[in-house]
């Protein structure tokens, strides 16, 4: 019994120290602290306006958004109170039961390509908020930067060994458990968006799919993952929100360890651009 209490106590005193850091952490992952980056579309409904004078977004495409309204809350007492609560739970017990694994792996990234450990990327988050999101990192260092993985002439060049192995098993997004901690992301959910796919954000409108908290993993992501077309995409997010639901969400969970150890779904740098 003492030992019980003493591990009750120890967890605690582990959370404790966790939630702190959340805090201290959470608004500049939000970038609260630089308005320059605030999405001015943020809470804002959208259509995408195609325009060649533009340049090309990571959807391949050329366009920009324009906003048409105001956005329309997605409601219930699972979706904004039971599932949040779910996942400060089990992403606790992640980050706790996976951390020799999660050290493991970044010792390994650093051995085999010495730089960073851990990048971000900024992704549209809630209503469009846009955030940082967490991987380890597996390009190389002499990857060019500020160049999306799919535009590179070669993107199997600059993955690293490790890098390659994390991505196949999809290790590379665990440091995303962090990110569902602190409240950026949840378990389930549609995958967010790159700050600058404006096509597929547009296209998540359609379904109220941007008005829920983006996850990290979502049932597009089972159903075809980085080989769906990006209307197919936003279709199957607007089908998650539809069906948003406890039982929908494990039985998302449960297919998504199906599909990680097929390796089914994964193309490098896929965006779901039109491969016609």
Known sequence: MLALWITLAALGGIFLILEAIALITRPGSRYKNDPGQKNPMERQMVVFVADESDPENADGVRGH???????????????NIVKRALDVFVSF???VILSPVLLAISIA??????????????????????????????????????????????????ITRVGRFCRLHSLDELVQIW?????????????????NQDL???????YNANNVRPG?????QIN????????????????????????FDVKCFFLTI???????????????????
Do not use: C
Not at 200 to 206: F, I, N
């Open 179 to 195: 990110d569902i901690f602190i409240g950026n992301l949840s378990i389930i959910g549609p995958r967010p968006a790159l700050w």
């Open 224 to 247: 075809g993952r980085d080989e769906l077309e990006i209307p197919v995409k936003a279709k199957l997010d607007g089908e998650y929100v539809k069906k948003l639901s406890f039982r």
């Open 109 to 158: 990234i650093f051995i085999d390509d010495p730089g960073p450990i851990i990048f971000t990327q900024k992704r549209v988050g809630k209503d469009k908020q846009y955030f940082k999101l967490h991987k380890f990192r597996s390009m190389k260092m002499s990857t060019p930067h500020d160049v999306p993985t799919h535009m590179l002439e070669n993107p199997e060049q600059y």
């Open 93 to 95: 017990f992640g980050l």
């Open 258 to 276: 199906k599909s990680v150890f097929k390796h089914e779904g994964v193309v490098e740098g896929g965006t779901g651009r039109d491969k016609s």
């Open 216 to 220: 990290l993993t979502g049932w597009a």
């Open 65 to 79: 958004l324009q906003a048409v309204g105001e956005f329309e809350k997605v409601k219930g007492v699972y979706v």
């Open 200 to 206: 597929l954000t547009s296209e998540r409108d359609k």
